[in-house]
């Protein structure tokens, strides 16, 4: 799986939108962005995924930049309940046993009042 | 959306002895699960991949031996840490992959050994 550089903390004001940024400079044509975050003392929580076009769901959205090197995960309105560890992970979709899920160090964002 | 569970969710014991957590999809069927260790602030490190009903699959420097991986049906894997030290007191989460190669993660399991 190729390897992703995100910043290691960030903090964005409460109601404010987060932009979370990961490069993947290394990308292969098959491998999907995926974005999953651990608040603290739990268990990573999927957010979302795309392989090229941007995704938008009830949590977040994902843009994708033209070439895929790089990826911005947003948070439209942060709330206090968003601090956590953001971990961006690119992956080869599909049932392969050996295609499990590499987390690298992520990007802590404090969500402050 | 997919839920995995783990118990127990903290347990204490005492050097020496041995510890079950067990990893369970609850409205899924999981061919593969995956056992993950967290020491404070540091990202989440695999440790082995437990396949239903062969041998798990371990990572570079994670001992067999030591981390007893179980995985005896489609909804069950267990992790048995055999002769614990403080050194393994962590976090340990599974997470179980379903048949269209998602992962979901179980809320994890705290382990103190005094």
């Known amino acids: 799986d190729a390897k992703t550089t995100q910043p290691t903390s960030m903090d964005c004001a409460e109601g404010r939108a987060a932009n979370l940024p990961c490069n993947h400079s290394t990308i292969s044509g098959n491998e999907y962005v995926y974005w999953y975050r651990q608040i603290h003392s739990q268990g990573p929580q999927y957010i979302i995924h795309?392989?090229?076009n941007n995704e938008t769901n009830e949590m977040a959205s994902l843009i994708i930049t033209e070439d895929r090197k790089s990826s911005t995960l947003i948070l439209p309105h942060a709330t206090l309940r968003d601090t956590a560890v953001y971990y961006c992970i690119v992956r080869v979709a599909g049932g392969n046993a050996g295609n499990m899920l590499t987390f690298g160090g992520g990007t802590r964002l404090m969500v402050k009042p | 959306g997919a839920v995995v569970s783990q118990h127990p969710s903290w347990v204490i014991c005492k050097s020496g002895t041995s510890v079950k957590i067990e990893c369970r999809s609850l409205d899924f069927q999981a061919t593969t699960m995956f056992w993950y260790r967290q020491f404070p602030k540091q990202s989440l490190m695999l440790m082995a991949t437990s396949n239903e009903g062969s041998k798990a699959t371990y990572e570079q420097g994670v001992e067999k031996d030591k981390f007893l991986i179980n995985h005896a049906s489609l909804t069950l894997s267990t992790l048995t840490v055999t002769s614990a030290h403080p050194e393994d007191s962590s976090f340990y989460i599974c997470?179980?992959?379903?048949?269209?190669?998602?992962?979901?993660f179980g809320p994890g399991t705290r382990l103190t050994v005094t």
């Open positions: 795309g392989l090229k």
């Open positions: 997470s179980a992959r379903d048949n269209r190669a998602e992962q979901y």
